[in-house]
């Protein structure tokens, strides 16, 4: 019997996912492929947890009653846009670095092993969603900076904005850890494993932080 599950459809420019329309975007990451995949979906969490971040912003800054904040919200504002700007970079590279190690792991273990470029591309692979990783942080921590500095009309889009880069932080981990198992070197694993935690802890203490905020002011 012929597979019936339903196909979706690949965006109109598969080599670049980030010319793609949002419907095509969903479509392609529930397609049967691995890539996009976790790491470069928590890529575009995170961009848009820093361009919402910047949205609130700029409903904050010019008005008089936040004007002793003014130099503050401008320089967030750029941290957000150099942000944001970086992880839809990373979202094609995760893409590049799955899809270059996809090629490795076709073949058998002991086959890939041997290849002088097979230890490099796990190392893209781990590299990319680390990155996500730690970029989220960055976002979280300046969400976090804002809290008192933030137009209360617009505070809960911040809040959100908060939210999604604490979301991104997970996601981003998950691919990290998904792919140490190749790794050959325990210490290796044991390091990246350590790095994840730290990340994740500093983002659970800040979202605790924004949280409690939240909770007070809405």
Not at 2 to 27: K, M, W
Not at 75 to 94: C, F, T
């Amino acid at each position: 019997m012929a597979d019936e599950t339903p196909q979706t459809p690949p965006p109109q420019d598969p080599e670049d996912i980030l010319g793609s329309t949002v419907r095509q975007f969903i479509h392609a990451t529930a397609a049967k492929s691995p890539t996009p995949g976790g790491g470069s979906v928590a890529a575009v969490a995170g961009a848009l947890a820093a361009s919402l971040a910047e949205m609130a912003l700029q409903y904050t800054v010019g008005k008089k009653a936040f004007e002793t904040h003014r130099e503050a919200l401008v320089a967030a504002i750029d941290k957000l846009r150099k942000a944001a700007a970086l992880m839809q970079e990373l979202v094609s590279e995760d893409i590049a670095a799955y899809s270059y190690l996809g090629g490795f792991l076709k073949v058998p273990a002991e086959q890939r092993a041997g290849h002088a470029d097979y230890l490099s591309a796990v190392a893209r692979a781990i590299r990319a969603p680390q990155s996500v990783g730690g970029c989220a942080l960055h976002i979280l921590e300046i969400c976090d900076d804002l809290l008192d500095k933030t137009n209360p009309i617009i505070i809960s889009d911040l809040g959100a904005a908060a939210a999604y880069a604490r979301a991104t932080v997970d996601a981003a981990e998950y691919s990290v850890l998904a792919n140490l198992k190749l790794l050959p070197s325990a210490e290796e694993q044991v390091e990246h494993r350590r790095r994840a935690a730290e990340i994740s802890l500093r983002a659970d203490v800040l979202y605790r932080k924004v949280r409690a905020h939240m909770n007070s002011v809405l």
